[in-house]
């Protein structure tokens, strides 16, 4: 029998870097066929590229919009997408043996009840995978916080958004298209360990992202040259964590 050759629907190299991570932490423990829960799933890209791999899986989000388009371009019978909260599914009394949350904790208020929430969805032997940016990380401290601190300022951000737009910077990503991609949360390293004890997990693998290629203005050249993403991402793993543009984490429960 052919083996259908599997396709990415991400362009950048740290993100099908980061969906390798993914995919190669699921097939180390979680055979094909194993239920999967994307929490944030976004346009469900993840989603639809696990289903490659014959697991079943749900995407669900808050967002009505993002899951729309998640349908729309789903063709796989083993993915599902649904518009509903990690807490309301929970209270259905599903469990699945592999949950992701890919570039969600960082947008949340409170990221510990979210994770409390994602431990009662997951089986005992299952594999919790996060990825969140690097909250002292390149990108967060030279592009993420001073726009935080422009949209304070409204002829500042005009003008910005003017000079992205000229620049081909559309201000939305691959994976959502919510109307609020904020980041609240800048994690470090520790501080990902203390929020994983605190929810009851513990941190297996900490595997790193990118360097500089996703900051101004090295972003005008290397979002138009792959061989500079790829050197880029070469160039984090030789480099100290604290360097590192993300954080892709593999957890399970403490104590299991």
Known sequence: MTKTAITYEYNRI??????????????????????????GCGNGVISRHLGQFGYDVLGIDISEKT???????????NVRFEAISAEALTAQGERYD??????????LDHPEKLLHTIH???????????????????????????????????GLWNSINK?????GFNGTTAQSQA???????????????????????????????????????????TKRVKFLQTLDCQVAELLPYGFTGGFNTLWKKAGL
């Open 120 to 154: 009662a969805s997951l089986k005992d032997n299952g594999l919790l995978v996060v990825t969140v940016p690097n909250g002292n990380g390149p990108r967060e401290l030279c592009v993420t916080r001073p726009m935080l601190k422009a949209r304070n300022n409204p």
């Open 14 to 39: 740290t993100d099908i870097k980061r969906l390798n991570f993914i995919t190669d932490s699921l097939q180390r423990y979680i055979p094909a066929g194993g239920r999967v829960l994307d929490v």
């Open 179 to 221: 109307d609020n991609l904020d980041h609240v949360q800048f994690f470090t390293r520790r501080d990902l360990r203390d929020l994983a004890q605190a929810s009851d997990f513990e941190i297996v693998r900490f595997a790193k992202t990118n360097f500089v290629e996703d900051v101004f203005p090295f972003s005008i050249v």
């Open 98 to 107: 592999a949950v992701i949350c890919s570039e969600v904790l960082e947008h």
């Open 163 to 167: 000079v992205k737009k000229a620049l």
């Open 67 to 77: 899951i729309a388009v998640a349908n729309q371009r789903n063709k796989l019978p």
